[in-house]
């Protein structure tokens, strides 16, 4: 059964960090560039950040140098490392495949910056 866990969100104050985890079943992870999204009500979901099968990541102007993406194949994980947050990246964040289960979005993880 394909399913995508997202975990690791929650409140933190403005220039704190967070650590998102997205467990990732029922795929051949290894062959998927696997990528971050974000949402907040009333805007479409953007896409964040991105790894590709062999590990080049891209990411949003806004996020860059704050956010930093990774993988572990063994695990089927992939992981947001967000740093110096800001009120604008409160958002419900959410993984999956780039371009792929598009019908299997996961509850996603709610991050919340505000002091």
């Known amino acids: 059964q394909v399913q995508f866990v997202e975990s690791g969100g929650g409140k933190v104050q403005p220039g704190g960090s967070l650590r998102l985890s997205c467990a990732a079943f029922?795929?051949?992870?290894?062959?998927?560039?696997m990528a971050w999204f974000r949402q907040v009500p009333g805007k479409a979901r953007e896409l964040v950040a991105l790894?590709?099968?062999?590990?080049?990541?891209m990411y949003i102007d806004s996020v860059k140098g704050r956010f930093t993406i990774s993988r572990d194949n063994a695990e089927n994980t992939v992981y947001l490392q967000m740093n110096n947050l800001a009120p604008e990246d409160t958002a419900v964040y959410y993984c999956?495949?780039?371009?792929?289960?598009?019908?299997?979005w996961g509850q996603g993880t709610q991050v919340t910056v505000s002091s």
């Open positions: 029922g795929i051949i992870f290894t062959i998927y560039d």
């Open positions: 999956k495949p780039n371009g792929a289960y598009d019908n299997y």
């Open positions: 790894i590709s099968r062999g590990g080049s990541t």
